[in-house]
């Protein structure tokens, strides 16, 4: 299993910077990518971006936050990041980190294995 753990959320004013971090532990090995998701309120969870965990460098990023946000990793530390820069108040949204075992498909849109519990990010105007 993988238990995953976000934290950075909080408040911040349109077109201000945040970052999001989110701790994974246990068979991190078995992991083939990492994301991050946001849920609106009164909306569906959409995907944000996504880092694939295991060999050479692959990022991909949801058309409403390219140029804005950055995914980055560290496998020593087996954390995952997410930059966000130019806040709007539509990023207002609990930010979920999530995990995509070995033989996921890429992009991992779709389908991810473990979740952690989310973290609030306030986008004020």
């Known amino acids: 299993q993988v238990q995953l753990v976000e934290s950075g959320g909080g408040l911040v004013q349109a077109g201000g910077s945040l970052r999001l971090s989110c701790q994974a532990s246990g068979h991190t090995f078995s992991t083939y990518a990492m994301a991050w998701f946001r849920q609106p309120p009164g909306k569906e969870r959409e995907f944000v971006a996504a880092?694939?965990?295991?060999?050479?460098?692959?990022?991909y990023y949801a058309d409403s936050v390219k140029g804005r946000f950055t995914i980055s990793k560290d496998n020593a530390k087996n954390t995952v990041s997410l930059q966000m820069n130019s806040l709007k108040p539509e990023g207002t949204a609990v930010y979920y980190c999530?995990?995509?075992?070995?033989?996921?498909?890429?992009?991992?849109?779709?389908?991810?294995?473990?979740w952690g519990q989310g973290t609030q990010v306030t986008v004020s105007s």
């Open positions: 999530a995990a995509a075992l070995y033989g996921s498909r890429w992009p991992p849109v779709e389908g991810l294995d473990y």
């Open positions: 880092i694939r965990w295991i060999g050479g460098s692959l990022y």
